[in-house]
């Protein structure tokens, strides 16, 4: 699987549920193998399949515990009030972190590569980066979640950063 640019049209759009009774792809349990992998090669935390040109509600994630995780058609059931913020870099924009506010908690009812259904708790950093994957699936990247000033002054230093690479 390839990453896509940051400026692929898929990012800004809603994903569509993964059918189960009619699966888009030949094989869903390869599938997830696949966006997992495509994660762990990047050196990533999590990725959505909109991030490889899929426009699937389906992210891989890693867990405090680092097990594999892929959630197909996750919805969130519970969030917590309770706000973190943290630094956020993100596979489809390369060498751009920004300070963004989430809830430190979330509870998913998803499925799994089988289409069974499971519902999880994440906490700290497991919500951090399940919330930034569903934040994907919605259309939505993490420079609309950041303040526009954050996302500004992230764009400017990594604008200076690709320079001093070349």
Do not use: W
């Amino acid at each position: 699987m390839k990453l896509v640019s940051e400026n692929d049209p898929i990012l800004k759009q809603v994903c569509q549920d993964y059918d189960f009774e009619n699966p888009p792809l030949d094989n869903t349990e390869q599938f997830a193998v696949d966006l997992y992998n495509t994660m762990v090669k990047s050196d990533g935390l999590g990725l959505s399949a909109c991030q490889v040109g899929y426009p699937y509600r389906v992210f891989a994630m890693r867990t405090n515990e680092q097990n594999p995780l892929v959630l197909f058609n996750p919805r969130l059931v519970d969030v917590s009030e309770n706000l973190v913020s943290m630094k956020e870099g993100c596979l489809s924009f390369p060498l751009l972190y920004l300070n963004v506010k989430r809830p430190d908690r979330v509870r998913i009812r998803y499925q799994e590569f089988n289409g069974l259904t499971t519902t999880n708790t994440f906490i700290g950093m497991s919500a951090r980066v399940a919330l930034h994957e569903y934040d994907h699936l919605e259309g939505k990247v993490f420079t609309q979640v950041a303040s526009s000033f954050e996302t500004q002054r992230a764009m400017r230093k990594r604008m200076i950063l690709k320079r001093r690479v070349k």
